[in-house]
């Protein structure tokens, strides 16, 4: 990093915007744009004290990689020399920091000793003549141990200030709104509401802090923690970031990431040197307890704990911070490969581990999953499940909290909803089911190891339901190659009957067959496969109709028409390739999830099966299991260029189906609804309302042919 250039300033048409480039659930990758360069999201903001640098700002933006920091405008408006310098050279100049710099107001001064000695609309005032990126105004701090009423008065006096606060900052500095509200969710659900629809001629807050916290993580009370932030995040506008104010330690970051956290600051890295303290991700380690380093970092490399416990206090601190921040920029970049591959949760799950305290909020929030509460809570936990793509590739490792991870909770829903018995059996009879046959103790994939089986029973009885027995419970035969299922990893005998008729009859309810007849049965290895073409047949076709009901909401009657007369081609593995309808080819199931892909056939196909009216943000949409494959409508502006393949942009959209799921198809249409383009969307149709930049959706091909 040594040697790192100056950031170029944002373009002024993207000043204050923020955009998502990946997501996991509630968890995002984001940027901000500003005046000293893009900061990247999730990211700690480390705190400097202007009268006390342990690390110089300067080496954390050319070694650390540190885009923003954050310090007092309090503490330097107090100092006569330092405001002095301040507003004739700059904030930038005076802590020699080329990036952006965000600065707090005063407000925790105020909690520490009780006032400041400064007014809303000039402090405000000051933070913006010297030059500060993105500002705070001052709020009143909520303190946990308040009563009602008077956290009542600081979520309201902190509102009323709100507007004024916006205008003072004007056009030139970005603003934090702070989230107060004590540990009473309907009060932080109130402040964000409030904050978040505060404005002054037009121009809002850039990013919400939630105040107020810092007594609780020194208390270690994590889930009051958590369910601030899940109450305060039910009605934050979703192109915000949230900073979780004074918060700073690694251990804490996968569970807050994991909940919408965006940014974070804390001068703990300095604070925990200067007390002989490193920190982990694991929690907080003594200098004096250690003979050997239990982990290493670049700061570290080359010396041992008795080494530096010889150093002058001074070399000591300094060391050790570096350590610090070093762990902190770490496992911060752990966290957002987290949530590039899918994982955050798991990662998460993996550090709850690492504190009682923090084990208590996680199985507090897994309850939370299972069962959301009435009110701003559960709004927020249901919007995290529904926004999670239900689909990834690779292995998911089989443990006991894993019914408990929102994308298994997310597709099991989705199952529970819009899975139907088939409509019609491979002999082209009708009628409900006569039997269920319940495949078990055979591994995925299930093609292989149960085909013979499923096909002996089918001849036998057309009007059977095949399902597969599985460590997180029964699924369809027809979706025997989707993830999670297929691709959950642990020892051998995970595969072995571990249901008793009871629990297997429970399971079934939820499909509405705990009547019918069961067969319960362990596939035999080597068994030849009856020659049964047609209802090999009409399995790759049940496959293809549940997959475009389960993903695409799709009504399986209508799948069935829009696969008439389907055709396919097959791997080596014996898994659909293509799959082609009246001739032609419609949609691909992936390999690596078992998803599918629509061509802009298959698009045309599902776009003419919808019915509604095309999406307009604000209307209402008809509550159904099966609203038809999610539309993005776009403005006219954006139809040519969509239309020949570019990606489908935040501030060019007019509406959004609700059931849209960020990882899964979608159909890209225009003001009157016709096909324009299909692809993956990356936001919510929440998130489309409001965001003005950054990739809405990834086009996969325009429906439009490309000038010759």
């Known amino acids: 990093m040594a040697g790192r250039n100056d950031p170029e300033p944002c373009r002024e048409q993207d000043w204050g915007l923020f955009e998502i480039t990946n997501r996991d659930g509630a968890a995002r990758i984001g940027r901000i744009h500003t005046k000293h360069g893009v900061i990247t999201t999730p990211m700690l903001l480390p705190v400097i004290n202007p009268n006390l640098r342990t690390i110089e700002p300067r080496e954390m933006w050319e070694k650390y990689g540190i885009e923003a920091l954050i310090t007092n405008s309090y503490v330097i408006w107090k100092h006569e020399d330092l405001r002095t310098t301040a507003l004739s050279d700059g904030i930038h100049s005076l802590i020699d920091f080329p990036g952006a710099v965000v600065t707090d107001s005063g407000t925790f001064q105020s909690y520490v000793y009780g006032d400041v000695e400064v007014g809303p609309e000039e402090i405000v005032a000051f933070q913006r003549d010297m030059g500060v990126d993105i500002g705070t105004m001052l709020d009143v701090f909520g303190r946990p141990d308040m009563t009602r009423e008077q956290l009542e008065n600081s979520v309201q006096e902190t509102a009323d200030r709100a507007e004024t606060s916006l205008s003072v900052a004007g056009s030139d500095m970005l603003l934090n709104g702070p989230i107060q509200g004590g540990t009473h969710a309907d009060l932080r659900a109130e402040s964000s509401l409030l904050m978040g629809s505060a404005e002054s001629e037009g121009r809002g807050f850039a990013v919400?802090?939630?105040?107020g916290i810092v007594p609780l993580m020194e208390q270690q009370r994590y889930q009051e923690l958590f369910e601030i932030l899940l109450a305060s995040k039910s009605n934050l506008p979703p192109d915000r970031p949230v900073h979780f104010f004074g918060c700073g330690h690694p251990m804490l970051f996968p569970m807050a990431i994991a909940l919408g956290v965006d940014l974070f600051d804390s001068a703990a890295y300095a604070i925990f040197a200067r007390d002989d303290r490193l920190l982990t991700p694991d929690g907080t380690v003594k200098l004096g307890d250690i003979q050997e380093w239990p982990f290493n970092s670049h700061a570290l490399?080359?010396?041992t704990p008795q080494e530096v416990r010889e150093m002058d206090r001074d070399?000591?601190?300094?060391?050790?911070?570096?350590?610090?921040?070093?762990?902190?920029?770490?496992?911060l970049a752990r966290c957002r490969?987290?949530?590039r591959n899918g994982t955050i949760w798991e990662l998460a799950e993996k550090r709850s581990h690492a504190s009682p305290y923090l084990r208590e909020s996680f199985l507090w929030l897994q309850e939370q999953l299972d069962d959301p509460d009435d009110g701003p809570i559960g709004d927020s936990v249901l919007r995290m499940i529904a926004s999670t793509n239900p689909l990834r590739g690779g292995g998911e490792g089989l443990g006991d909290e894993i019914e408990y991870r929102p994308h298994i909770l997310h597709i099991q829903a989705l199952l529970a909803t819009r899975w139907r018995v088939p409509g019609s059996w491979w002999?082209?009879?009708?009628?409900?089911?006569?039997?269920v046959l319940l495949i078990e103790g055979a591994p995925p994939p299930w093609r292989t190891s149960a085909l013979a089986s499923v096909i002996e029973h089918l001849v036998e009885e057309p009007r059977t339901v095949v399902m597969i027995s599985t460590p997180i419970g029964p699924i369809p035969f027809s979706i025997e190659d989707v993830s999670p299922w297929c691709h959950l990893t642990g020892p051998d005998g995970i595969w072995d009957p571990i249901f008793d008729d009871e629990e297997v009859l429970e399971a079934l309810e939820e499909y509405g067959l705990s009547e019918v007849p069961l067969i319960r049965m362990i596939p035999i290895e080597g068994e030849e496969e009856v020659k049964?073409?047609?209802?090999?047949?009409?399995?790759?076709?049940?496959?293809?109709?549940?997959?475009?009901?389960?993903?695409?909401?799709i009504n399986p009657s209508e799948?069935?028409?829009?696969?008439?007369?389907m055709t396919s081609r097959k791997s080596r593995t014996d898994r659909l390739v293509n799959v082609n309808s009246g001739g032609k080819h419609i949609l691909s199931p992936r390999l690596t999830d078992g998803g599918i892909s629509l061509t802009t056939h298959g698009a045309s196909i599902a776009n003419g099966l919808n019915t509604s009216p095309v999406p307009v943000f604000g209307s209402s949409e008809e509550d159904s299991d099966f609203p038809g494959i999610p539309r993005v409508c776009i403005i006219d502006d954006a139809v040519p260029f969509v239309g020949k393949g570019r990606n489908v942009m935040h501030g060019y959209i007019s509406g959004a189906d609700s059931h849209l799921i960020p990882g899964q198809p979608c159909i890209v249409v225009d003001s009157t609804g016709t096909l324009v383009a299909?692809?993956?969307?990356?936001t919510t149709h929440l998130e489309m309302s409001y965001l003005g930049k950054g990739v809405a959706v990834k086009v996969r091909e325009g429906a439009m042919k490309q000038d010759s």
């Open 559 to 565: 799948s069935c028409k829009m696969t008439d007369g």
């Open 337 to 339: 490969e987290a949530i």
């Open 301 to 303: 490399f080359g010396t």
């Open 315 to 331: 070399e000591r601190s300094v060391i050790l911070a570096k350590h610090n921040l070093e762990v902190t920029q770490s496992e």
């Open 678 to 682: 299909h692809g993956t969307p990356i």
């Open 427 to 435: 002999d082209s009879t009708t009628g409900p089911p006569e039997r």
């Open 532 to 553: 049964a073409p047609e209802v090999r047949d009409w399995l790759d076709r049940c496959s293809v109709v549940d997959k475009l009901a389960l993903l695409c909401a």
């Open 208 to 211: 919400h802090p939630i105040g």
